[in-house]
Nanobody
Framework: EVQLQASGGGLVQAGGSLRLSCAAS????????IGWFRQAPGKEREGVSS????????YYVDSVKGRFTISSDNAKNLVYLQMNSLKPEDTAEYYC????????????????????WGQGTLVTVSS
């Protein structure tokens, strides 16, 4: 059974940083694309970033490019999202998700085309 557990959210002031972690079980991230999407209250889900476990390729949506960094520790089946220079508009529930194989990262990220996702972790950025 595939399980994805996101953690690391919290309350931070604008300009601050947080690192989210995604612990994956029931799969090997070597064979998956792992990504993050978020949903703010009253808003639609928004893709954030993804990483191809097999070769480390990454993709970021424009709103987080240059501020967020996605990385993976394949030996531990962990994926991280380092979030710097946080803005109030980054406030949302953040979810990690997975899709098997090597699909196009831009398509997966922007259209949130994942097969699995877990419970989210709340990030609140105060102004």
């Amino acid at each position: 059974e595939v399980q994805l557990q996101a953690s690391g959210g919290g309350l931070v002031q604008a300009g601050g940083s947080l690192r989210l972690s995604c612990a994956a079980s029931g799969l090997s991230i070597d064979n998956y694309v792992i990504g993050w999407f978020r949903q703010a209250p009253g808003k639609e889900r928004e893709g954030v970033s993804s990483i191809r476990g097999g070769d480390g390729s990454t993709y970021y949506v424009d709103s987080v490019k240059g501020r967020f960094t996605i990385s993976s520790d394949n030996a531990k089946n962990l994926v991280y999202l380092q979030m710097n220079s946080l803005k109030p508009e980054d406030t949302a529930e953040y979810y990690c998700a997975a899709i098997r194989g090597s699909p196009n990262l831009e398509v997966v990220t922007t259209h949130i085309r994942y097969d699995y996702w877990g419970q989210g972790t709340l990030v609140t950025v105060s102004s």
